[in-house]
């Protein structure tokens, strides 16, 4: 088991920058592969980015390429996400998820149904 909280969101102009926090509880945060999620009002919950258990492997959705950076502190379980450039459609509220990976690749997925935890969200708010 793992719990997740999110942190770091907040209202911002667009053109700016935030960073999200995901700090994961438990002695364990380095068998889960990562992700980021979000969801806008009306609409499901998207694919935002996905980092491998080591790091090494990001997938990001086409929407956040070039603006959006996923990394992970696995001695300090936490997840982050740097969002800069940041437009009004990026508007929503972001969850952190956990992937319990039980085999020895080092990749990550965009199926949200293949993760096993999820945080509580923080709501991301860019204005035009």
């Known amino acids: 088991q793992v719990q997740l909280v999110e942190s770091g969101g907040g209202l911002v102009q667009a053109g700016g920058s935030l960073r999200l926090s995901c700090a994961a509880s438990g002695r364990t945060f380095s068998l889960y592969a990562m992700g980021w999620f979000r969801q806008a009002p009306g609409k499901e919950r998207e694919f935002v980015v996905g980092?491998?258990?080591?790091?090494?492997?990001?997938y990001y959705a086409d929407s956040v390429k070039g603006r959006f950076t996923i990394s992970r502190d696995n001695a300090k379980n936490t997840m982050y996400l740097q969002m800069n450039s940041l437009k009004p459609e990026d508007t929503a509220v972001y969850y952190c998820?956990?992937?319990?990976?039980?085999?020895?690749?080092?990749?990550?997925?965009?199926?949200?149904?293949?993760?096993?935890?999820w945080g509580q969200g923080t709501q991301v708010t860019v204005s035009s």
């Open positions: 998820a956990a992937d319990r990976v039980f085999t020895t690749l080092d990749g990550t997925t965009s199926n949200e149904k293949e993760y096993d935890y």
């Open positions: 980092i491998s258990r080591s790091g090494r492997s990001k």
